[in-house]
């Protein structure tokens, strides 16, 4: 499995032809094909490209909306904890 740097998940913003990732408890999942995250950004609240794993445990679904998308790697920064949120 891919090993991002949380720089590399930052360019997967959905902007520019770029994919849109997202990061959720140290995983990086791929939320392209989602309609919600058309141009990198969900409901107006969320931007691609960071660590939703705070966001998202106070979301009114549960992960398991997010789960339903591809892993296409996992983080690998050891300057930053997995389940720290950026705005």
């Known amino acids: 499995m891919k090993k991002f740097l949380l720089e590399e998940v930052a360019q997967c913003n959905g902007k ?3 994919p849109v990732y997202v990061l959720f408890k140290g995983k990086v999942y791929d ?3 989602s309609f919600l995250w058309k141009d ?3 409901q107006v609240l969320h931007s691609a490209g960071v660590d939703l794993t ?3 445990e ?3 679904h549960g992960r398991d909306v997010l789960e339903k998308f591809p892993v ?4 690998h920064d ?3 904890s997995s389940t720290q949120s950026k705005p």
């Open 40 to 42: 990198g950004t969900h």
């Open 54 to 56: 705070n966001a998202l």
């Open 58 to 60: 106070q979301a009114p």
């Open 78 to 80: 050891a300057g930053m």
């Open 72 to 75: 296409v790697g996992i983080l």
């Open 16 to 18: 520019n032809g770029n």
């Open 31 to 33: 939320v392209s094909a």
